[in-house]
């Protein structure tokens, strides 16, 4: 019996996957398979938030309207509160809560993952519940994947190019020898989902506080009353302090006086607190190569300083699939016909990616932290800078140095 074949193969239906599918058929490729482990609905640990770019390209894939109808909260700017105590409240741009203008929600991603991936699957062929194991390989090409259905059946499937968007634990990106991040461009998170947070407004929280340091803990606004709380920290931190996530997430909650009395009253769902790992972008991941190519968490996308990684997996999808369909027209997908996709990607995050790492570090220092956000609490340009990230739906194009940030603060 002959092995399935296609063009593309995209191994993971997360938003990078079911972007870059989206986007080959926009590109005129027709014979596309994407492949996921999971049957969809299916739940992804991650803060939920869906930023302004995420906004821009669902617009541009024509499915903005279809989150609508799933349940989902806008947010209209973000609240930031440094180690010491002072809290800024810095609106996005364009927001206006009177008319319901929001430049961002937050939806699960058990629904909102599914809202793209129903999408795509009006477009291209799906297969669920197929495992990849491994690559096929064929002078120095991959040339497929290997697998198993959910019933252990092995299975193998031939293509030209295959995708690699099945996340930070991604089996492509292991495969061709790109599985390994460095501890201090990876974070390590958790996520518990709690009903009954007071004090919501209507913004995305990051809190700078002591017991985290450097790393933050985050409070994002859900539908119906609850409420995505977590918080992230360097892995190369979390292991030098040998931390216990879950138990520094619950002592912040019960002893912070920020927090304590907001959660008095509140409860968490019954999946309690979730750990996941989070691969930055301040780590310029080999994305492509001979046969194959990377996006979303597979590439290590995930913003430094917010943790936000949908906008650019979106983002990725859209790049790849543009040259993959220029490299399936020249019948030519080595590693040199995708050069120009990696170089397209970064030349549109790189900027924002470099201004987010200079942040990151800088979070690293309480005395400077509490300096910014103290000076940021009276400069309506520092709250621009920063707010203006998380809320414009197309990447910074500029960057903004420590010492750009220094004399904006200072000006």
């Keep these: 019996m002959a092995r399935p074949s296609y063009d ?29 482990k999971a049957r969809f609905p299916r739940d992804k640990i991650c803060g939920d938030a869906f930023s302004g770019k995420s906004v821009g390209i669902a617009k541009e894939l024509g499915i903005l309207k279809d989150f609508g109808k799933v349940p989902n909260e806008g947010v209209y700017g973000v609240i930031f509160s440094s180690p010491k105590g002072t809290i800024i409240d810095i609106p996005f741009p364009g927001s206006e809560r009177k008319t319901q203008t929001k430049p961002g929600f937050v939806v699960k991603r058990i ?32 040339a497929g994947v290997k697998g198993k259905t959910k019933d252990g059946k092995e299975a193998e499937i031939r293509a030209k190019i ?8 991604s089996v492509v990106a292991q495969k061709v020898g790109q599985g390994i991040l460095p501890p201090e461009h990876q974070v390590i998170a958790t996520r518990g989902y709690y009903k009954g947070v007071t004090g919501m407004t209507g913004n995305i929280e990051l809190h700078f506080v002591n017991e985290i340091m450097p790393g933050y803990f985050w409070i994002f606004p859900l539908d119906n009353g609850w409420a995505n709380v977590g918080l992230g920290v360097l892995t190369s931190e979390k292991q030098k302090r040998k931390l216990d996530l879950k138990k520094t997430q619950e002592e912040i909650i019960a002893n912070n006086a920020l927090f304590k009395e907001r959660f008095k009253d509140a409860k968490i769902d019954e999946q309690g607190i979730k750990i996941w790992t989070l691969p930055l972008a301040s780590h310029h991941r080999k994305n492509h190569g001979n046969g194959w190519v990377l996006v979303g968490d597979a590439a290590s996308l995930i913003d430094p300083f917010s943790g936000e990684g949908v906008g650019n997996a979106l983002t990725s999808g859209k790049f790849a699939a543009k040259h993959i369909a220029e490299a399936l027209k020249k019948g030519d997908v080595s590693e040199k016909s995708f050069d120009i996709y990696d170089k397209e990607l970064w030349d549109t995050i790189g900027p924002e990616i470099k201004t987010s790492y200079n942040l990151q570090k800088l979070g690293t220092k309480k005395w400077l932290l509490n300096f910014v956000i103290d000076k940021a609490a009276k400069k309506p340009k520092v709250r621009a800078a920063i707010s203006g ?8 194009k500029e960057t903004i140095s420590p010492l ?3 004399k904006l603060i200072l000006t």
Aim: no cysteine; charged share 20%.
């Design 8 to 36: 593309v193969v995209i191994v993971g239906g997360g938003p990078s996957g079911s972007s870059t599918a989206m986007f080959l058929k926009k590109n005129g490729v027709n014979n596309v398979l994407l492949i996921d």
């Design 389 to 396: 990230m998380l809320a414009n739906e197309e990447a910074k």
């Design 111 to 142: 629904n909102g993952d599914n809202v793209i991936f129903q999408n795509a699957k009006k477009m291209v062929d799906t297969l669920e519940d197929f495992t990849v194991t491994d690559l096929i390989l064929e002078n120095d090409f991959v």
């Design 404 to 406: 750009g940030l220094l």
């Design 162 to 169: 295959v995708v690699g968007a099945d996340g930070t634990s």
